[in-house]
């Protein structure tokens, strides 16, 4: 139910040229109604007047787009292009403005999620790295404006840097004088980035308040890379880390110890254990095989948040993850890519009964479970009242397993969403797994969509129609690679050229 005022300001918005003329009277405590009202509507003209005239010391989007008493509709997953396009002019604008007070002093442009379907009037989004490049450009145009620099704006942000905006991005972060908006990064994405790239955007990012760290995807290193990047900057505040495949790997000049000792590894725990918020920590497609005890052992605070999918882990490594004080913390485990029940069946079922209590999100994805394992999982999963995201794609199951599993599942209270495999009576006989894209996509279609609709039918008798099941047979959406997908394309087109010139100068040199 929306309030008298928010129905006022709405129409007050809804005509631009009125709204102008009339801020000057309106009380200040109202611009955040008008705010909202603005970006519900779509009023790109007034939510950049608004900004440029805004009387109050702070504006955080998050919350001006959140639910309110005067109107309850969450509008955070709205990540409208032409709403933000307005926001950050009005915050130029502002520190331009000639007359009157200037009294914002903090804008923080966090808190707005990307989703796959924008509900905007446009439905044009403006993804997490188009916002990192408008942002950044703006700061660069006012750098020449120094009367803006005598009432600068303290800007938070969540920043995503590739090769393609890295540029305006350093250019943004160290300006060679006090600059108008001062940006200060509360989360960093980086992809398609060199080490050295890496290691100097992040010096001028302000790694002390640095919150959450994702290093992914192409931006290759190594363990020397990681340890010079922990030892060196620092991130004192960070509560998220998330590495790229093969960050642990032994540089390749270097050589182990005659016993077998990772020095590297070591010093990377160490500086982890220095990071007294940690509580998250992603390092998927990295070879940790008997390692997991020296990663993770030296952590001050129990993790919430572990992804150690396809990470080659052993019995000694499950041993140490079901023992450990991690465990019973855990509400997010990925552990994708590990024959769970035929490999470590009495430590797995260790482990979830430790993380029952407080494990929301569990991915199992490529595990090898069968038919003959879902008894087994079944138990496992049975303590786990409050878990609420459940993922197992990429598992050789029958539709009569899958049938059984989700009688078991209709009975975890919390239960909101289940990614399930294409069941292997789709494929023909034989098909071997894990599968890649091309075998994963030719199966059966119409028998499928029999065996899932009798799924729903199972959790439907047992009055579970809230729970959502699908099969993202490519992986759920992921906003950040779909915004930067031409650039991933180029890096990949580059990278198979430079593999191609080594073949060939190897070959050159054999002869």
């Known amino acids: 139910m929306w309030s008298l005022r928010f129905i006022s300001a709405q129409a007050l918005v809804s005509q631009p040229r009125v709204a102008r003329q009339s801020l000057e009277g309106v009380a200040h405590n109202l611009y955040p109604l008008l705010f909202k009202a603005s970006y519900l509507l779509e009023q790109a003209e007034v939510i950049r007047v608004l900004l440029e005239c805004w009387p109050l010391e702070e504006c955080r989007l998050g ?39 200037r009294r914002l002093r903090v804008a923080d442009l966090t808190g707005v999620r990307d989703v796959q379907v924008q509900r905007c009037p446009c439905g044009r989004a403006l993804g997490r790295w188009g916002r990192t490049e408008l942002l950044a450009r703006t700061c660069c145009e006012l750098q020449a404006e120094p009367r803006g620099a005598r009432h600068p704006i303290e800007v938070l942000t969540d920043l995503f840097v590739t090769e393609g905006n890295f540029e305006v991005v350093v250019r943004a972060l160290g300006p060679p004088r006090p600059a108008p908006l001062r940006v200060h990064c509360l989360s960093f994405r980086a992809d398609s980035l060199g080490p050295s790239q890496l290691l100097h955007v992040l010096r001028l990012a302000g790694p002390g308040e640095l919150r959450r760290l994702d290093v992914v995807h192409n931006v290759r290193l190594h363990a020397g890379h990681v340890q010079q990047l922990l030892a060196q900057v620092g991130f004192p505040r960070l509560i998220s880390l998330t590495l790229p495949a093969k960050a642990f790997d032994v540089p390749p000049a ?96 260790r482990l979830l009964g430790r993380a029952a209590q407080t494990l929301r999100v569990l991915t199992l994805e490529e595990c090898s479970i069968e038919d003959g394992h879902v008894s087994t999982l079944i138990l496992a999963l049975s303590p786990c009242r409050e878990l609420r995201e459940l993922r197992f794609l990429g598992n050789p199951l029958s539709a009569r397993a899958l049938r059984r599993l989700f009688v078991a599942l209709g009975e975890l209270p919390k239960l909101q969403c289940v990614e399930f495999p294409v069941p292997k009576d789709c494929f023909p006989e034989g098909a071997a797994y894990p599968q890649d894209e091309l075998a994963m996509s030719k199966f059966d279609q119409q028998k499928y969509d029999m065996i899932a609709e009798d799924l729903r039918a199972v959790l439907l008798r047992a009055g579970r129609d809230d729970i959502q099941v699908s099969t993202p047979l490519f992986g759920s959406f992921d906003p950040d690679i779909q915004e930067t997908s031409n650039e991933l394309g180029t890096f990949l087109l580059q990278a198979f050229k430079t593999a191609l010139e080594n073949f060939s100068r190897a070959l050159k040199q054999i002869e």
């Open 254 to 349: 270097c050589t182990l110890a005659p016993s077998g000792e990772d020095p590297f590894l070591t010093s990377i725990a160490w500086e982890l254990s220095q990071m007294t918020q940690l509580t998250e920590l992603s390092v998927a497609f990295s070879t940790l095989t008997g390692k997991i005890q020296t990663l993770l052992g030296p952590l001050r605070t129990p993790l919430r948040v572990l992804d150690l999918a396809h990470c080659s882990l052993n019995h000694a490594d499950m041993a140490f993850l079901a023992n450990s004080t991690h465990a019973a913390h855990l509400e997010v485990l990925d552990l994708s890519g590990h024959s769970l029940v035929s490999l470590f069946p009495s430590t797995f079922f």
């Open 63 to 101: 919350a001006l787009l959140g639910p309110s008493a005067d109107h309850p509709d969450d509008l955070r997953d709205r990540a409208c292009r032409a709403c933000l396009e307005a926001c950050v002019r009005g915050l130029a604008d502002h520190v331009l403005r000639d007359g009157g007070r």
